[in-house]
């Protein structure tokens, strides 16, 4: 039985290969937090975020809004990522831009294995290449 963990180890790993960069842009600060989340290296993952970041997470199936802020609302979300994502084998639709002009980072996957319909994901950056503001929107299969 594979955990939620290694699962979303490996979906985590499968974006990875779509993203490769070097030096000290927004970029590079992607791929480091994509490789934390490979890594399952939560504490990692949350040092990647400001302590004023504020993350916001909607559920379109349930309707659930989730509010998350600073260093512990990332840590709190790191945890739920890895719970949402059950399995991922069949990761598809991944669609990805990343603006140094902007600072942000746009993806959009499904893995209907997980029982993710839709998964979007903003992410803001400041200028010391920490997250400020997450938007993450998704549709799950179960109500």
Known sequence: MVS???AFIKVVKRVMKFFTSDGNNIENSWNTHIKKLGESDISGIVDD????????????????????????????MSRFMCELVTDGSDLEGLVSEISEEDKTV??????????ILDYSDSVVYNDEFKIIRQHVIYRTADV
Request: hydrophobic letters at 30%; a positive charge; charged letters at 25%.
């Open 49 to 76: 975020y400001s302590d004023d970041c504020m993350i916001i997470s909607f559920n379109q199936t349930t309707g659930i809004m989730k509010k998350y802020n600073g260093r512990k609302g990332a840590r709190e």
């Open 4 to 6: 939620t963990t290694d």
């Open 106 to 115: 746009f993806i959009a996957w499904r893995s209907l294995s997980s029982g």
